[in-house]
Each structure stands twice: as C-alpha cells, then as structure tokens.
C-alpha cells in the first residue's frame, strides 16, 4: 500500500509542477491552447508518468498534443528544473487525452439541450 501513496504524492506533485509550467508556456508551445492537467498516473517505479490533458478550448486537439510530445523533452527538463531536487528520477511522460472531461461535457450539452416539458402541479 506505500508504493501507491508514495505514487499518489508523485503525481500530485507532477500534476501541479507541469500545471504551472504550462501556465507560463513562454515558448509558445501549446499555441495559446488552454490545457489543463485532469490526471497524472504514475508507474510503480516512478520513472513514467502518464498525463492525461484535457483541452475542453482547444480548437485542434490532435495538433497541441503533436506539440506537446514534439516539445516533450523541454517540458521534463523545465519539470526536472522544479522538482530534481525532491526526486531521484524524473519521469518519461506520455501525454494523453483526456476523454473523461469531454465526454461529461458532452452529456451535459446533451442534457442540456433535451427538451423536458415541466411538470403539472
């Protein structure tokens, strides 16, 4: 049960880290695409995390996360930059999209948009 707490911290730690590194994307590389970080799962040995993305704006999805892995090794050295020193390794990471946001989005929009007559008193 230690490794997954220990995974837990880990990944709250590189949730928050590229959260504000992607904030401050100085370089341009998410293309002013607002991303947000919905979940980080780390591996048992801590050296990948798997980020999932969720890019509820952005009008390309495909293109931003093609920018992403493209910038992938700027973005684990700005991360390494902030967390080295709390940590042995710093992980490989794997951008992914995250479908879960979007799909409740869409059931929103969805639910929204249904027409229900109101009930009689």
């Given amino acids: 049960m ?14 928050k880290e590229l959260s504000s590194i992607f904030q401050r994307d100085r370089r341009g590389i998410l293309d002013n695409a607002f991303i947000t ?3 980080v799962k780390m591996s048992p040995d801590l ?3 798997k980020v999932f993305i969720s890019m ?3 009008k390309n999805k495909e293109k931003t996360l093609e920018n992403l892995n493209l910038h ?5 050295k700005s991360l390494g930059e902030v967390i080295g ?18 799909n409740a989005q869409r059931i ?3 639910i929204k948009n249904l027409n229900i007559p109101p009930e009689k008193e």
């Fill in 2 to 15: 230690a490794g997954t707490t220990r995974q837990q911290k880990f990944s709250r730690l590189i949730q």
């Fill in 37 to 39: 970080i919905a979940d």
């Fill in 47 to 49: 050296s990948v995390a």
């Fill in 56 to 58: 509820m704006l952005a």
């Fill in 72 to 76: 992938k090794r700027e973005i684990r």
């Fill in 85 to 102: 020193k709390q940590v042995r390794i710093i992980p490989e990471l794997i951008f992914i999209i995250d479908e879960v946001e979007e």
């Fill in 108 to 110: 929103d929009d969805l």
